[in-house]
Antibody
Framework: QVQLGESGGGVVQPGRSLRLSCAASGFTFSNYGMHWVRQAPGKGLEWVAVISYDGSEKHYADFVKGRFTISRDNSKNTLWLQMNSLRTEDAAMYYC???????????????WGQGTLVTVSS | DIQMTQSPSILSASVGDRVTITCRASQSISSWLAWYQQKSGKAPKALIYRASSLESGVPSRFSGSGSGTEFTLTISSLQPDDFATYYCQQYETFPLTFGGGTKVEIK
């Protein structure tokens, strides 16, 4: 059974940094691409980034390019999202999700964690 | 970026109704479309991928159709557990983009 547990959210001032973590279990983490998707309070879903199974391929949403970095450690079954230069509009629930396909990054976040809340406020 | 537009944004329906949600892409995405269900305060759940393929464990009353730029999600007979918000998402190209969502509420 796929389990994804996000952590690292909290209250941060604009311009500061935060690193989110996602602990994975119940599947072979090193075989799957992983996504971050966010949702501002009362708003819709917004895709943030994806990383391939081996970390060699990364894609980002335009609004986070240069500020956020997705990474993974397959030996620790852990996914991260390093968020720098945070803005008030980055406030959201951040979900990690496992891609639907083995090895190839298809682009379908199939299994989702419960999310970690990021608040950006002075 | 590919824009995804869902309609309606809110849909009022009764148990047993047949419900259809439409999703339009700003350019052709072939069949690279997924649908998700999200209940209040919960993480999204994948329902359909490749426009019409049902995820394992999803009831057969859910179906998806379409290709190119126009897609539909149909619930053949709405059940109490189906009142939720539904999102489409294209994966033809990065960045991945979601529709704005359709909230299915009790009439």
């Amino acid at each position: 059974q796929v389990q994804l547990g996000e952590s690292g959210g909290g209250v941060v001032q604009p311009g500061r940094s935060l690193r989110l973590s996602c602990a994975a279990s119940g599947f072979t983490f090193s075989n799957y691409g992983m996504h971050w998707v966010r949702q501002a309070p009362g708003k819709g879903l917004e895709w943030v980034a994806v990383i391939s199974y081996d970390g060699s391929e990364k894609h980002y949403a335009d609004f986070v390019k240069g500020r956020f970095t997705i990474s993974r450690d397959n030996s620790k079954n852990t996914l991260w999202l390093q968020m720098n230069s945070l803005r008030t509009e980055d406030a959201a629930m951040y979900y990690c999700a496992k891609d639907i396909s083995l090895v190839v990054v298809t682009g379908v976040p199939e299994d989702w964690g419960q999310g970690t809340l990021v608040t950006v406020s002075s | 970026d590919i824009q995804m537009t869902q309609s309606p944004s809110i849909l009022s329906a009764s148990v047993g109704d047949r419900v259809t949600i439409t999703c339009r892409a700003s350019q052709s995405i072939s069949s690279w479309l997924a649908w998700y269900q999200q209940k209040s305060g919960k993480a999204p759940k994948a329902l359909i991928y490749r426009a019409s393929s049902l995820e394992s464990g999803v009831p057969s009353r859910f179906s998806g159709s379409g290709s190119g730029t126009e897609f539909t999600l149909t619930i053949s007979s709405l059940q109490p557990d189906d009142f939720a918000t539904y999102y489409c998402q294209q994966y033809e190209t990065f960045p991945l983009t979601f529709g704005g969502g359709t909230k299915v509420e009790i009439k």
